[in-house]
């Protein structure tokens, strides 16, 4: 199977009843952690790149490296993603250079430039047969210490989502109910709810249509703990609870994006590696553990949060 766009994977999840994970690659080792991980439980995947991935590895590696892992895994759907894409031109690179879909994430401005902005790359990515997420809302997390008055501004106004789907022509959706990016979500010590209310009233508004979301860590403790037991420092690090994940997948999101407990996952494996083996200095020692690590978490996910295995 060559590379795929989310249309038919995302039909195919919101008439399932489950999502499909969005991973952020950066390397080899996370490419193929995942994609083994996927290939094995044949579940659909989305390997995702951000801007800052891109100008890390170069695009040209991280194209030949997805098309490498699709090669290997002829039995499964793989999407190559541009995640928060934030201009028109670095959308247009990745739809000229292999991507399959692209996001354009203009939600920090104004409504009608976000829709404005949207609508060249929709027009663009279509006429090239490739798929746009756009986002609505405000992701933030407790080091962005808002109000109160902002914090209710944050969320997703459902009353506006019918008017910048017809208007944009994206593909997908991403909402703003709660989630946040990195491994400080919620304040320690307060309880992690995300708003089910506000999805529930976007969907409904958007019958059919694939909502997705960002920043969908869970931030596994078991892995906080071997990082704080092995030299980090990460306190109070908390994500969003696996039920609460599980229950969104059952719904009208069909995009689930993980990339912090991608990181948490390797730096757990390398920093007790490094404490256990002080002599041994060939990264393909550390490098093979932290890839079985991403491997076993993307399994772990696949199975008991997004529920896409067997759905290949
Ligand atoms: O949502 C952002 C992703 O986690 C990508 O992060 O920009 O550091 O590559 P990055
Ligand atoms: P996390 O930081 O929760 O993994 O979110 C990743 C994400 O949303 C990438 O777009
Ligand atoms: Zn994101």
């Known amino acids: 199977m060559a590379l795929v766009t989310t249309t038919e994977m995302f039909k195919k999840a919101y008439d399932g009843g489950y999502a499909v994970g969005a991973f952020n690659v950066n390397n080899m080792e996370i490419i ?11 579940a ?18 991280l194209v030949k490296l997805v098309q490498a892992a699709v090669e290997l895994n002829p039995e499964i759907p793989i999407a190559l993603h541009l995640d928060h894409g934030d201009s028109f031109e670095l959308c247009k690179s ?19 430039e976000n829709i404005a902005l949207t609508k060249q790359v929709v027009e663009y990515a279509h006429d090239h047969g490739v798929v746009v997420e756009a986002e ?9 210490e808002v109000s109160v008055e902002a914090d209710k501004a ?18 997908s959706l991403a909402i703003a109910i709660g989630t946040s990016h990195g491994a400080y979500k919620f304040k320690p010590g307060t309880k992690p709810q ?40 990460m306190p109070g690090a908390i994500g969003i609870p696996e039920e609460q994940l599980r229950q969104a997948a059952k719904s009208a999101v069909c995009k689930i994006n993980i990339d912090s407990d991608i990181r948490l996952a390797m730096t757990a494996v390398i920093r007790k590696y490094f404490a ?15 890839r079985q690590a991403v491997h076993d978490m993307v399994a772990h996910k696949i199975v008991n949060v997004l529920g896409c295995d067997g759905k290949a």
């Open 32 to 42: 193929q952690g995942i994609t083994d991980a996927a290939g094995e439980l044949k």
């Open 44 to 61: 659909p995947v989305i390997l995702q790149v951000s801007k800052g991935a891109r100008a890390y590895a170069n695009h040209t590696y």
């Open 94 to 112: 990745c739809i000229d250079g292999g991507f399959t879909s692209v996001m354009i994430d203009a939600s920090s401005k104004p409504f009608e």
């Open 136 to 144: 609505l809302g405000t992701l933030a997390g407790v080091e962005d």
């Open 154 to 171: 944050m969320y997703t106004h459902p009353e506006e989502v019918v008017e910048f789907a017809t208007r944009t022509g994206c593909d």
């Open 194 to 233: 995300l708003r089910f209310d506000v999805l529930e009233e976007c969907s409904k508004q958007l019958p059919g249509f694939p909502i997705v979301l960002h920043g969908s860590s869970s931030v596994p403790q078991e892995f906080v703990n071997i990082i704080n037991q092995y030299g980090g420092n």
């Open 276 to 290: 256990e083996h002080p002599d041994h200095f060939d990264p393909r020692q550390y490098l093979k553990p932290a």
